[in-house]
């Protein structure tokens, strides 16, 4: 099984140095080929209907955090907005 | 047809629905307010937290299925679709794949005079993500507000059924009628409350479907027209030229009117769709399907063709009393209870009615219009109670204030005078005050009839019955 | 016996009683942290002044005659990937090294409803993804019967406190033996409770559909109380189950008279050492004398359920920790131009390998081309492990196996094989896979021996039943013992 790390990786937004590479790509081969061992079953994945989920009435609640609160973690806010690097050109 | 091509186009519609609170948290689903205020740790994708699902949402959603003849899922499943954006927090949008709540429905629509039924692939629930601001003040930077994160939305997807830029936006509008008639969606279009993604392609008679591209940020109905006919004629002179259509997803550029690449199918989106884990099987009984169906009103779609079909009135009127939800509950009235022409009612209704309501910025229920109200009218009118241009003024009254038609009448003295005697005499007297119009008529110049009767209207104040009054003076006349 | 090495149970009495006070008890619990920490390793985080504060008041509770929860006063320490309003939660990652929740995780709620005095935050493997709490950006946690050993993981802060007594008790997290792991490796008593009987609001996901909280204690009738407070249905969480639970503690009876126990043939065979198989198949032995009937059993699809539970909680994980991208809270990379170039670089820096090594892996099971391959499979193989389970206890009470298939290994002896590593959980996976409770209890051992869990494993909601094999098991043989520091 050969994995295009770089391209799963690109997905995943994790950059691999090329000095990691070859080691990463042993060990997902490794590991994907441990997990290889599983028999085919064929059969559909549908939704359980035994786990049925109760579900949340439609009832606003006043907020119980500042935006201060809820911002004070982040790396870069101004004007009580996250800022990131530009996203369009 | 355009240009010797048929046209095959599909819609991704995606609409906010009015709930009080957001899909998957207790936040208000509230619009326009200050940046980042109607947030908490769910919708901000803290870590830790986790999603609970709003069960109108689903009620919605199974309405919106109802009212596009859909098959409802009584279970199905939540899904993650899995990107990276700084408008959307948990770098994945909760939506569904595989088993949608609602599939395989239609939806009439009237092209022309002719009913079209556009297929509906699918409905299903998602969250909505937050928005991005920009400015060159900002210094290569954009700012994020997380207000909009987790407001309920359903994607409604079409079949590739549409033909043409305007019957899309028929299709659109139609759409837009429905969800404010079972009031699940607030329709603000300049809120975004609806958007859609617009799937176009070409292809010549007979010949195989051409390759289809996809066609982001269209957020008006105006602008899905523009930006069809835009993609069209792309397409086409791509083709003409001897070129191919690539499958890609562009963005359409409103202010600029074109649309750009923004990535091939070879770049397309990996989303690595997988169940939702942290929410369980969403299970509806059939009595719950059941009971949304039964509110299920007589929507706007059926109501314009029955208005066209059985009342015979104009497809503009038509389609206009029928998107309102109260224009077309007060005609629907008038014309159950009353006996009057259906055409009576509405040109009431379209017309001085509606421009009122226009110019005030008011609603049916600030006035004391009725429809008990505008059944009275119109058969005062029709008996000849009142004339034309008193009820005119009847309704003006009722506009503003609520009384007795009867009373109005009177007050402004409008009953018109129908007595033969009375209107024998009047016709005499403006006869002999007027010898050379009746010279006139006699030698042969007819339209002296429509002056002398003119002048007997004058004479009784407007109070005269027009029609007896021009066959009293014909038969003095001859 | 000195004060820190007392069970929850004892001390729940003493403070009753008037014979200790809570601040009296925090000040020795803190004073023993002083003493051995530098040894253990345990926290990532102390917080002794809010603790003592936290003490304070319950005395002054106490002192008004309220009635208190048998925990209240206890010092707790918290694994590091539960949220704490106020109170950094690292997961013992880069990526949240100065990450302070505004919010409390519901069992911290309860936890802090109940009276319970919070010690801080104790050191896990990064983002619980690993077997020996060596993946911690911060520190490496030490087995207190071996420093030289591992404690096991990923809540190998929170077993090597409770075995050094720097806790009472402990709350760890178990997604494929998290909890039970440590808890064997540290000589004490970890329980994984069925999925959806504890809330998850608040715990840092790994898995979701995997991931429970529940408590690390030396004796079973501690773990028995501690899960009574944190136990029950959360609105905040659509997976918590509606259920209402016993008081575990007050119904423990120590009664195994006509307990039907299945020993599994999978879980003995090849892998498991020789001293664990022997330990355990006494530990049955003993069970059995006391009044248990044994009985040989099959789960055929043992083999598969590595493969089927590194495969979900790998692709839940990629999904889970895509949130961490440098714009809302945690690391965010010094330098890097563009969005697409920040997103990396804060992730391939706030990340360590292991949480990349699960990242690149659920990412690839559900790419494009591979879901049915690997994702599909490993779900329908769930179904199946979870359906030979259910077989199993229409004929048995309780299921017994080792915990783990070895004793604690060395410090760095598995960390360039990844494949080794996860072997270690081959035991403990199948229960997440099921979502059953499950319970590991100290093996009798000799002195010089490192400690040997039993692994009880019950049906949904089965809590009581175990807790009370494990509590006739622990009457026999002693249970804990205190390592030498």
Same mark, same amino acid.
């Given at each position: 099984?050969?994995?295009?790390?770089?391209?799963?990786?690109?997905?995943?937004?994790?950059?691999?140095?090329?000095?990691?590479?070859?080691?990463?790509?042993?060990?997902?081969?490794?590991?994907?080929?441990?997990?290889?061992?599983?028999?085919?079953?064929?059969?559909?994945?549908?939704?359980?209907?035994?786990?049925?989920?109760?579900?949340?009435?439609?009832?606003?609640?006043?907020?119980?955090?500042?935006?201060?609160?809820?911002?004070?973690?982040?790396?870069?806010?101004?004007?009580?907005?996250?800022?990131?690097?530009?996203?369009?050109? | 047809?355009?240009?010797?091509?048929?046209?095959?186009?599909?819609?991704?519609?995606?609409?906010?629905?009015?709930?009080?609170?957001?899909?998957?948290?207790?936040?208000?689903?509230?619009?326009?307010?200050?940046?980042?205020?109607?947030?908490?740790?769910?919708?901000?994708?803290?870590?830790?937290?986790?999603?609970?699902?709003?069960?109108?949402?689903?009620?919605?959603?199974?309405?919106?299925?109802?009212?596009?003849?859909?098959?409802?899922?009584?279970?199905?499943?939540?899904?993650?679709?899995?990107?990276?954006?700084?408008?959307?927090?948990?770098?994945?949008?909760?939506?569904?794949?595989?088993?949608?709540?609602?599939?395989?429905?239609?939806?009439?629509?009237?092209?022309?005079?002719?009913?079209?039924?556009?297929?509906?692939?699918?409905?299903?629930?998602?969250?909505?993500?937050?928005?991005?601001?920009?400015?060159?003040?900002?210094?290569?930077?954009?700012?994020?507000?997380?207000?909009?994160?987790?407001?309920?939305?359903?994607?409604?997807?079409?079949?590739?059924?549409?033909?043409?830029?305007?019957?899309?936006?028929?299709?659109?509008?139609?759409?837009?009628?429905?969800?404010?008639?079972?009031?699940?969606?607030?329709?603000?279009?300049?809120?975004?409350?609806?958007?859609?993604?617009?799937?176009?392609?070409?292809?010549?008679?007979?010949?195989?479907?051409?390759?289809?591209?996809?066609?982001?940020?269209?957020?008006?109905?105006?602008?899905?027209?523009?930006?069809?006919?835009?993609?069209?004629?792309?397409?086409?002179?791509?083709?003409?030229?001897?070129?191919?259509?690539?499958?890609?997803?562009?963005?359409?550029?409103?202010?600029?009117?074109?649309?750009?690449?923004?990535?091939?199918?070879?770049?397309?989106?990996?989303?690595?769709?997988?169940?939702?884990?942290?929410?369980?099987?969403?299970?509806?009984?059939?009595?719950?399907?059941?009971?949304?169906?039964?509110?299920?009103?007589?929507?706007?779609?059926?109501?314009?063709?029955?208005?066209?079909?059985?009342?015979?009135?104009?497809?503009?009127?038509?389609?206009?009393?029928?998107?309102?939800?109260?224009?077309?509950?007060?005609?629907?009235?008038?014309?159950?209870?009353?006996?009057?022409?259906?055409?009576?009612?509405?040109?009431?209704?379209?017309?001085?009615?509606?421009?009122?309501?226009?110019?005030?910025?008011?609603?049916?229920?600030?006035?004391?219009?009725?429809?008990?109200?505008?059944?009275?009218?119109?058969?005062?009118?029709?008996?000849?109670?009142?004339?034309?241009?008193?009820?005119?003024?009847?309704?003006?009254?009722?506009?503003?204030?609520?009384?007795?038609?009867?009373?109005?009448?009177?007050?402004?003295?409008?009953?018109?005078?129908?007595?033969?005697?009375?209107?024998?005499?009047?016709?005499?007297?403006?006869?002999?005050?007027?010898?050379?119009?009746?010279?006139?008529?006699?030698?042969?110049?007819?339209?002296?009839?429509?002056?002398?009767?003119?002048?007997?209207?004058?004479?009784?104040?407007?109070?005269?019955?027009?029609?007896?009054?021009?066959?009293?003076?014909?038969?003095?006349?001859? | 016996?000195?004060?820190?090495?007392?069970?929850?149970?004892?001390?729940?009495?003493?403070?009753?009683?008037?014979?200790?006070?809570?601040?009296?008890?925090?000040?020795?619990?803190?004073?023993?942290?002083?003493?051995?920490?530098?040894?253990?390793?345990?926290?990532?985080?102390?917080?002794?002044?809010?603790?003592?504060?936290?003490?304070?008041?319950?005395?002054?509770?106490?002192?008004?005659?309220?009635?208190?929860?048998?925990?209240?006063?206890?010092?707790?320490?918290?694994?590091?990937?539960?949220?704490?309003?106020?109170? !950094?939660?690292?997961?013992?990652?880069?990526?949240?090294?100065?990450?302070?929740?505004?919010?409390?995780?519901?069992?911290?709620?309860?936890?802090?409803?109940?009276?319970?005095?919070?010690?801080?935050?104790?050191?896990?493997?990064?983002?619980?993804?690993?077997?020996?709490?060596?993946?911690?950006?911060?520190?490496?946690? !030490?087995?207190?019967?071996?420093?030289?050993?591992?404690?096991?993981?990923?809540?190998?802060?929170?077993?090597?406190?409770?075995?050094?007594?720097?806790?009472?008790?402990?709350?760890?997290?178990?997604?494929?033996?998290?909890? !039970?792991?440590?808890?064997?490796?540290?000589?004490?008593?970890?329980?994984?409770?069925?999925?959806?009987?504890?809330?998850?609001?608040?715990?840092?996901?790994?898995?979701?559909?995997?991931?429970?909280?529940?408590?690390?204690?030396?004796?079973?009738?501690?773990?028995?109380?501690?899960?009574?407070?944190?136990?029950?249905?959360?609105?905040?969480?659509?997976?918590?189950?509606?259920?209402?639970?016993?008081?575990?503690?007050?119904?423990?009876?120590?009664?195994?008279?006509?307990?039907?126990?299945?020993?599994?043939?999978?879980?003995?065979?090849?892998?498991?050492?020789?001293?664990?198989?022997?330990?355990?198949?006494?530990?049955?032995?003993?069970?059995?004398?006391?009044?248990?009937?044994?009985?040989?059993?099959?789960?055929?699809?043992?083999?598969?359920?590595?493969?089927?539970?590194?495969?979900?909680?790998?692709?839940?994980?990629?999904?889970?920790?895509? !949130?961490?991208?440098?714009?809302?809270?945690?690391?965010?990379?010094?330098?890097?131009?563009?969005?697409?170039?920040?997103?990396?670089?804060?992730?391939?820096?706030?990340?360590?390998?292991?949480?990349?090594?699960?990242?690149?892996?659920?990412?690839?099971?559900?790419?494009?081309?591979?879901?049915?391959?690997?994702?599909?499979?490993?779900?329908?193989?769930?179904?199946?492990?979870?359906?030979?389970?259910?077989?199993?206890?229409?004929?048995?009470?309780?299921?017994?196996?080792?915990?783990?298939?070895?004793?604690?290994?060395?410090?760095?002896?598995?960390?360039?094989?990844?494949?080794?590593?996860?072997?270690?959980?081959?035991?403990?996976?199948?229960?997440?896979?099921?979502?059953?409770?499950?319970?590991?209890?100290?093996?009798?051992?000799?002195?010089?021996?490192?400690?040997?869990?039993?692994?009880?494993?019950?049906?949904?909601?089965?809590?009581?039943?175990?807790?009370?094999?494990?509590?006739?098991?622990?009457?026999?043989?002693?249970?804990?013992?205190?390592?030498?520091?």
């Amino acid at each position: 099984m050969d994995i295009d790390i770089r391209h799963i990786a690109k997905l995943a937004r994790l950059e691999i140095a090329d000095s990691e590479l070859a080691q990463f790509e042993q060990q997902m081969k490794n590991i994907v080929g441990m997990v290889e061992n599983m028999p085919d079953i064929s059969d559909e994945l549908k939704p359980d209907p035994n786990t049925p989920m109760r579900l949340r009435e439609d009832k606003a609640q006043a907020n119980k955090f500042t935006r201060e609160e809820l911002m004070k973690n982040a790396p870069s806010v101004k004007a009580g907005c996250l800022v990131v690097p530009k996203t369009v050109e | 047809m355009v240009k010797g091509y048929e046209v095959v186009i599909g819609l991704e519609t995606h609409a906010e629905l009015s709930t009080d609170s957001k899909i998957y948290c207790s936040c208000p689903n509230r619009f326009g307010l200050e940046v980042n205020s109607q947030v908490c740790p769910v919708c901000m994708g803290m870590p830790g937290t986790l999603p609970t699902l709003n069960e109108k949402v689903v009620d919605y959603a199974i309405k919106m299925g109802h009212a596009l003849n859909c098959t409802i899922n009584p279970v199905c499943k939540q899904d993650r679709k899995n990107y990276f954006y700084p408008d959307l927090p948990k770098a994945y949008q909760i939506s569904q794949a595989d088993v949608p709540l609602c599939e395989n429905g239609y939806v009439d629509i009237l092209v022309d005079g002719q009913t079209r039924r556009i297929g509906i692939t699918r409905i299903h629930i998602e969250e909505d993500a937050g928005k991005l601001l920009h400015s060159d003040k900002f210094n290569g930077a954009s700012l994020v507000d997380l207000n909009r994160c987790g407001v309920p939305l359903i994607e409604i997807v079409s079949e590739p059924d549409l033909k043409s830029s305007a019957e899309a936006k028929i299709y659109l509008e139609t759409l837009k009628s429905i969800l404010k008639y079972l009031d699940i969606c607030d329709c603000k279009m300049q809120e975004g409350s609806i958007r859609c993604d617009v799937n176009v392609s070409v292809h010549k008679p007979g010949e195989p479907l051409g390759t289809r591209t996809e066609m982001k940020n269209v957020n008006s109905f105006s602008a899905a027209v523009r930006g069809i006919d835009y993609e069209i004629n792309r397409q086409i002179e791509l083709l003409e030229a001897g070129g191919t259509v690539t499958q890609e997803t562009r963005r359409w550029d409103d202010v600029k009117g074109v649309s750009t690449s923004m990535r091939s199918k070879e770049d397309a989106q990996d989303y690595r769709y997988f169940p939702e884990p942290d929410l369980l099987t969403i299970v509806v009984e059939p009595e719950r399907i059941a009971a949304l169906k039964e509110q299920i009103p007589e929507l706007p779609n059926a109501k314009l063709m029955r208005y066209v079909k059985e009342y015979g009135i104009t497809l503009k009127e038509a389609t206009f009393v029928s998107e309102s939800v109260e224009l077309a509950a007060l005609f629907d009235e008038c014309t159950q209870k009353g006996s009057g022409a259906p055409k009576s009612y509405i040109s009431w209704i379209v017309g001085d009615l509606v421009k009122y309501l226009n110019d005030t910025g008011k609603s049916i229920a600030d006035t004391a219009i009725t429809a008990d109200k505008l059944i009275e009218l119109v058969k005062v009118i029709d008996d000849k109670t009142i004339s034309n241009a008193g009820g005119k003024k009847v309704f003006a009254v009722l506009l503003e204030e609520d009384k007795p038609i009867k009373d109005i009448i009177s007050q402004l003295g409008l009953s018109q005078v129908s007595d033969a005697a009375v209107l024998e005499k009047i016709a005499d007297e403006v006869l002999a005050a007027n010898e050379k119009s009746v010279t006139d008529y006699k030698n042969g110049k007819t339209n002296a009839l429509g002056y002398l009767v003119g002048q007997c209207m004058k004479a009784s104040k407007g109070k005269a019955n027009p029609g007896m009054m021009r066959d009293i003076i014909t038969k003095k006349l001859s | 016996m000195a004060i820190y090495e007392k069970s929850a149970a004892e001390l729940s009495a003493m403070l009753d009683k008037k014979e200790i006070s809570s601040a009296e008890l925090t000040k020795e619990i803190f004073s023993r942290i002083n003493a051995v920490e530098d040894k253990v390793c345990a926290y990532v985080t102390l917080d002794e002044e809010n603790a003592l504060a936290q003490a304070a008041e319950i005395d002054r509770r106490r002192a008004a005659g309220e009635k208190l929860s048998p925990i209240a006063g206890l010092p707790i320490g918290i694994k590091d990937n539960i949220s704490t309003k106020g109170l !950094r939660t690292t997961c013992s990652s880069r990526m949240l090294e100065n990450y302070v929740p505004p919010f409390d995780a519901s069992v911290m709620t309860k936890l802090r409803g109940a009276g319970a005095v919070i010690t801080g935050k104790l050191n896990m493997d990064e983002f619980a993804m690993g077997s020996s709490t060596e993946t911690s950006y911060f520190k490496k946690t !030490r087995n207190p019967f071996d420093t030289e050993r591992i404690p096991g993981g990923s809540s190998g802060g929170s077993a090597a406190a409770v075995a050094a007594c720097e806790a009472v008790m402990a709350l760890g997290s178990d997604t494929g033996g998290s909890i !039970r792991q440590p808890a064997s490796y540290c000589g004490t008593v970890g329980l994984k409770p069925t999925y959806g009987a504890v809330s998850r609001y608040g715990l840092v996901a790994f898995a979701s559909s995997l991931d429970q909280i529940g408590p690390i204690a030396r004796t079973v009738e501690d773990a028995a109380m501690l899960l009574s407070v944190i136990c029950g249905h959360d609105k905040m969480d659509a997976t918590s189950a509606y259920r209402e639970y016993p008081d575990f503690a007050a119904q423990l009876n120590g009664n195994v008279s006509g307990l039907k126990i299945g020993i599994p043939d999978e879980y003995f065979g090849e892998g498991i050492d020789d001293e664990v198989r022997d330990a355990v198949m006494n530990a049955a032995a003993e069970l059995e004398k006391n009044g248990a009937v044994l009985k040989r059993i099959s789960l055929p699809s043992t083999d598969y359920a590595l493969s089927s539970y590194y495969i979900i909680s790998s692709a839940e994980a990629s999904s889970n920790l895509a !949130r961490f991208d440098g714009v809302k809270y945690g690391y965010r990379a010094e330098e890097y131009d563009g969005l697409v170039d920040m997103y990396e670089k804060t992730r391939s820096q706030g990340f360590g390998a292991e949480v990349k090594r699960r990242i690149m892996l659920g990412t690839f099971v559900l790419s494009s081309g591979f879901f049915d391959a690997y994702y599909k499979k490993a779900k329908l193989l769930q179904r199946r492990i979870s359906a030979e389970f259910t077989e199993a206890f229409k004929d048995v009470d309780v299921i017994a196996a080792p915990t783990v298939p070895s004793t604690a290994f060395k410090i760095g002896e598995n960390m360039d094989d990844p494949l080794k590593m996860y072997a270690t959980d081959i035991c403990t996976v199948t229960v997440n896979i099921a979502g059953l409770p499950a319970i590991s209890v100290p093996c009798a051992r000799k002195s010089s021996q490192l400690p040997i869990g039993l692994q009880l494993i019950g049906g949904r909601f089965a809590e009581q039943t175990l807790l009370n094999t494990a509590y006739a098991y622990e009457k026999i043989i002693g249970g804990y013992c205190l390592p030498e520091l």
